[in-house]
């Protein structure tokens, strides 16, 4: 059968034989990036349309229409535009973090593929951490945001990375409890491990309900953590014009941008591998028949299924919800959120000690 | 009591939310909801009510002929010096000499809209025209004359 | 212009917000200090568009000078026009024909509320939500093609002319304008929903900006923004015009007095002209819709000041008559100025996120204030 894992062991096999192991390792080094490179564009291109379009539904618009078959080339144009744009550097600004900020954020995204399962035994690298890794290396987004707000020398981009800042400190804690869960149900760091766990029935519906709630906190959390509307405090148009990005122009602003939509998405795609089971199949009980159709389904589109229908209610959240205010923000955190997380990992380790799940 | 009192804000507000969600996902399936016109493309079917107030202009007869007597009335009615009447004289047939418009200017780039020189124009020679596409890449086409080269007045105009 | 900011302590920085800013609807001014996220004080300056329009009004006639007031307050411009018309006739004495006078009325309840619709979407874009603003607009362009049926234009009418409206009605209007009715009903409960009702909403918009009573009255406050704190300031209500004192409606007052009420207040207002435009749309009089007036209009020799309630407050037209043709002095009373003025007020210790749904609530609109 076609799939991701085939076309990957093949190609290792081709490579084994043709060169000595470290050409091979070097080469499949190189092909990877170069994967990750080429889904990051496709990703940019298709979330931005996604979005426009998502928004523009909403909206009661008809959304970007023209170029292309509806619309469809229409980021693919943005892009071309940002790229022949000039990319300015204030004065007074620090050159040199200025310029660094965009690639920080682009490098984390980058780093934060690694450990996602695209599909079945497909993945850049299962370690054995994959999970604290996620949580680990997402936290560095905040340096970029710091950086592209101080190096701008604005104050409007100053307050708006001090916002972010405050923001993505107090959301990785009810965000990491929430995958804590997760982690406690299963008993394995590894994202092969979490996935395999759920080949009976996703966590969503495993855990009953204190695994719905920590759903809910980690969606909340995520949508907060990269700087989302509701909870997109750092940006805040209406008040900070555009927040830390406002100095920005040209591609690196679009790496900002690129780096936004490319942490949606794999947010939503961790999401996605922790509460319903990545690339596994929808399975219900004992309905062999049911269960036989569902597996005929690429495992592939299992995952990237789940993780757009992520996106989209992130995207929903986003164009239905008011902004809250900074002291709002952290009260939800630190009064409601964090609290009701707390609460919640007692529960689903008490449920974890005494097997009360499927 | 706290505790009741903090689950019950927590429901309200969970519930308010997901009222607007349910508001906007309506809108996100119901496509016949959307109200968006795609306006150069309907430029055919797209009709402006009889009295839109686009431009001045004077209709003319199948005869090249129009209503002005040249009163100057619109010039005086307008606010921002739009329209300027200018004379000739003209020979009527029994050899008398007779004032009449050589050229009714008008300037599309002063003017508001305003109506004011239409209600003003005792013999309605000049109306509102329903077009409002007036970009023009040179600023001397929006100085436009309005009577047609060579026109006369009409018969029984006074 | 930053020494006379008295209370610069160190650590304060001072933003500008301004002229060119998302959030300020126009091209305002404003100088924030800040502590941190707290607002220390609030400078507004004025005079990016700034166009002298009482000045321009002493060279125009008392009929062409109409048109101009257009042009202060765009969003409620049959107001401005009628707050004029008013002030001519007073001047000339003359009487407005019955079927002119429930026109004007029409049109001043459907602008008041095409107005709070642009308010409203305007608002919630503040507040960072962006869907409400298109939702909005959908009812608004209703009302804008009764406007553009009936005078010609969507938004610088010019319709109200000395002694009553230059045409008389579209035939299509009472069917147009009830058809906007079942719209708006229809779709009335969309707003509570996705605005009004929402949680993240009510916690921006409640014990936000506080603005009492007496400070309302002391800063000259009208309209929406101090009838939110209780003020009974409703022109239609204390001091009536044309029809309104023969009308069926609320003066809607709110207790509260912070952004939230001052919110209330205006939706509520669109229903009281829903209700004002039910008792009269089947209900116009036939006969005359303009008084016969002279040609050339002399006001006599005299002051002359006429006030009435616009979609922000109260909107007065005062004019200094020599006998002439052209007016020798006008003045406009313009609701904006002072709803702006108090801004300083209501926003000190406040964060900065909640200047611009204060500034939202202040319902501001910047050539208004300009002139």
């Known amino acids: 059968m076609w799939s991701f894992s085939h076309i990957a062991n093949n190609l290792h096999e081709w490579l084994s034989k043709t060169f000595n192991p470290t050409m091979t390792l070097i080469i499949e080094m190189v092909l990877a990036g170069v994967a990750v490179i080429g889904l990051f564009a496709a990703l940019g291109l298709v979330l931005v349309i996604m979005e426009r379009k998502v928004s523009a539904w909403i909206q009661i618009r008809l959304g970007p229409n023209r170029v292309g078959p509806k619309g469809m080339l229409q980021s693919l144009a943005d892009t071309l535009k940002l790229l022949v744009k000039e990319g300015l550097t204030p004065n007074g600004a620090d050159k040199l973090l200025f310029n660094l900020a965009p690639f920080v954020a682009m490098i984390v995204a980058m780093l934060l593929m690694a450990p996602i399962a695209f599909a079945k035994d497909f993945q850049l690298w299962d370690l054995n951490i994959g999970v604290l890794y996620v949580s680990a290396v997402s936290s560095i987004m905040v340096i970029s945001i710091l950086m592209a707000g101080w190096a701008s020398n604005n104050k409007y981009s100053l307050m708006g990375a001090m916002r972010s800042g405050a923001q993505i400190v107090s959301y990785e804690l009810s965000a990491g409890l929430s995958i804590l869960a997760v982690v406690v149900m ?76 490319v942490n949606v998405f794999i947010v939503c795609a961790i999401g996605a591998t922790l509460f319903l089971g990545g690339w ?18 690429p495992s592939s589109v299992w995952f990237f299924g789940k993780t757009f229908f992520l996106i989209f209610v992130i995207m929903w959240f986003r164009w239905t919800f008011p902004r809250l205010r900074i002291d709002q923000l952290l009260n939800l955190e630190w009064k409601y959120l964090l609290p009701i997380s707390m609460i919640n990992l007692l529960i689903v380790t008490a449920m974890a000690i005494l097997g009360w799940h499927f | 009591m706290f505790i009741t009192k903090y689950i019950k804000d927590v429901y309200k507000g969970v519930r308010s939310l997901l009222v607007g969600m349910k508001r906007t996902l309506y809108y996100f399936t119901h496509h016949k909801e959307i109200i968006t016109q795609q306006y150069p493309d309907n430029r055919d079917t797209l009709v402006l009510p009889e ?108 | 212009m930053f020494e006379e900011v008295g209370t610069t302590t160190e650590g304060d920085i001072i933003v500008n917000v301004g002229p060119q800013h998302p959030a300020t609807h126009g091209v305002l001014h404003l100088v924030i200090t800040l502590n941190g996220e ?72 459907l602008t008041r509320i095409a107005s709070h619709e642009l308010w409203w979407g305007a608002m919630a874009m503040d507040l960072g939500a962006f869907t409400p603003f298109f939702h909005a607009f959908r009812e608004r362009e209703s009302i804008n093609d009764i406007m553009e049926e009936t005078c010609g234009a969507r938004l610088t009418m010019n319709y109200m002319v000395p002694g009553g409206v230059m045409q008389d009605l579209h035939p299509n209007f009472q069917k147009k304008v009830k058809e906007f009715m079942q719209l708006y009903k229809r779709k009335i409960h969309e707003y509570d929903e996705l605005v009004t009702g929402n949680v993240i909403f009510q916690n921006r918009m409640k014990n936000v900006g506080y603005l009492s009573a007496e400070d309302a009255v002391s800063y000259g406050c009208s309209g929406p923004t101090a009838r939110g704190s209780g003020v009974n300031c409703d022109i239609r209500k204390i001091y009536p015009y044309e029809i309104y004192d023969k009308l069926e409606f ?85 609701p904006g100025f002072s709803n702006l003025s108090v801004l300083d007020h209501i926003a000190r210790g406040s964060k900065l996120g909640d200047l611009v749904a204060m500034m939202g609530t202040l319902d501001l609109v910047i050539p208004d204030i300009d002139r």
């Open chain 1, 280 to 297: 596994m199949p929808f399975h219900i009980g004992n309905w062999t028949g049911f269960n036989h159709v569902m597996d005929y389904i």
């Open chain 1, 186 to 261: 299963t008993g394995s760091l590894q994202v092969s491990d979490i996935i395999h766990s759920q080949a009976n029935g996703w966590w969503i519906f495993k855990g009953h309900i204190p695994m719905v709630i920590a759903f809910v906190t980690f969606i909340i959390a995520i949508t907060a953590e990269t700087n989302r509307a509701p909870f997109d405090l750092a940006e805040a148009e209406s008040e900070l014009t555009a927040g830390f990005h406002t100095e920005y122009s040209g591609m690196k602003f679009a790496l900002f941008f690129l780096a936004e939509y």
């Open chain 3, 38 to 109: 707290t607002i220390k004080k609030v400078e507004p300056h004025l005079g990016y568009i700034h166009r002298s329009i009482e000045k321009m009004c002493e060279s125009l006639s008392y009929r062409q000078f109409i048109y101009v007031t257009s042009r202060m307050d765009y969003l409620s411009s049959h107001i401005n026009n009628h707050a004029c018309a008013l002030c001519v006739e007073k001047g000339l004495q003359v009487e407005v024909p019955p079927r002119a006078q429930v026109i004007r009325v029409l049109m001043d309840e």
């Open chain 3, 250 to 334: 609320d003066e809607v007052l709110e207790t509260g007095g912070d952004s939230f009420a001052r919110y209330m207040v205006r939706i509520r207002e669109m229903q009281q002209s829903i209700r004002i435009i039910e008792q009269l749309i089947d209900n116009i009089p036939e006969g005359d819709f303009q008084a016969k007036t002279k040609a050339v209009l002399k006001l006599p020799k005299g002051e002359f000041y006429t006030r009435v309630e616009t979609a922000r407050g109260e909107l007065g037209v005062y004019i200094v008559s020599e006998g002439g043709t052209t007016p020798y002095r006008i003045k406009f009373r313009s």
């Open chain 2, 51 to 158: 009295r839109f107030k686009g431009e001045v202009v004077m209709p003319h007869n199948e005869n090249n002929e129009h209503r002005c007597t040249g009163c100057q009335a619109c010039e005086l009615a307008c606010p921002n010096g739009t329209i300027k009447v200018i004379f000739k004289n003209e020979l009527t047939p029994e050899g008398k000499k007779k004032k009449a418009i050589d050229k009714l200017v008008y300037h599309l780039e002063l003017c508001t809209m305003c109506n004011l020189c239409v209600e003003a124009c005792p013999s309605d020679a000049i109306k509102m025209a329903q077009t409002f596409e007036h970009s023009v890449f040179d600023r001397n086409e929006l100085t436009k004359i309005l009577n047609n080269p060579g026109s006369k007045i009409m018969e029984g105009v006074e």
